[in-house]
């Protein structure tokens, strides 16, 4: 299964920016999708998940502020981020797990997006 990210760039702070991330492949189901970050330096972070019913889960860095969602019919996933702030300059990586097909048979799998660069900066 693969993902492909879209929709980084530069903007100044206070902006928005959405991203988007399609699955392809033979996908039988996803499970949870989520946007990970990581900053130079730093570990790579959870930002938001969202569970194939819609539950949702935001790190507290940028509740209020940032807006996960998907469209299951298309297997995929946004981050709508506003209000963004210097402190959100990270590259960002999708990621989502659940069930594709081999064949016959039924197989897990944890796959992650290419990594887009998001950079908050006047």
């Known amino acids: 299964v693969q993902l492909q990210a879209s929709g980084g760039g530069l903007v100044q702070p206070g902006g928005s920016l959405r991203l988007s991330c399609a699955a392809s492949g033979s996908i039988f189901s996803i499970n949870d999708m989520g946007w990970y970050r990581q900053a130079p330096g730093k570990q790579r972070e959870l930002v938001a998940l969202?569970?194939?019913?819609?539950?949702?889960n935001y790190a507290d860095s940028v509740k209020g502020r940032f807006t996960i969602s998907r469209d299951n019919a298309k297997n995929t996933v946004f981050l709508q981020m506003n209000s963004l702030v210097p402190e959100d300059t990270a590259v960002y990586y999708c990621?989502?797990?659940?069930?594709?097909?081999?064949?016959?048979?039924?197989?897990?799998?944890?796959?992650w997006g290419q990594g887009t660069q998001v950079t908050v900066s006047s």
């Open positions: 969202i569970t194939s019913v819609g539950s949702t």
């Open positions: 990621n989502a797990v659940g069930v594709y097909s081999d064949g016959w048979a039924r197989r897990t799998f944890n796959s």
